[in-house]
């Protein structure tokens, strides 16, 4: 489950933290028409530095890995 309730920027997989290499939202802080609110569902497959998440939607975002971070950049209300 990808939160998706202020878009889609930032991910964590274990003790690793992502940011989205093109992160989307609808321009107010929600994630863009078609996506899941405050949840996508799908699946993560990490290779190295990335993680890529894809849905049965067709949705594919790629994240890429913030060496050393212990936590995420912004926090969602």
Same mark, same amino acid.
């Given at each position: 489950m +990808?939160? /998706?309730h202020c878009g889609i920027k930032e +991910?964590?997989?274990d003790d690793t933290f992502f940011l989205a290499?093109?992160?989307l939202d609808d =321009?107010? =802080? @929600?994630p863009p028409p =078609?996506?899941?609110n405050p949840y996508q569902a =799908? /699946?993560?497959t990490v290779s190295g530095s990335k993680a890529v998440f894809r849905?049965? @939607?067709g949705h594919v975002i790629t994240f890429l890995a913030r060496p050393g971070a212990t936590g995420f950049l912004n926090i969602c209300s």
């Open positions: +990808l939160y /998706t +991910l964590r997989v290499e093109s992160p =321009g107010q =802080g @929600n =078609g996506w899941g =799908g /699946t993560v849905d049965d @939607n």
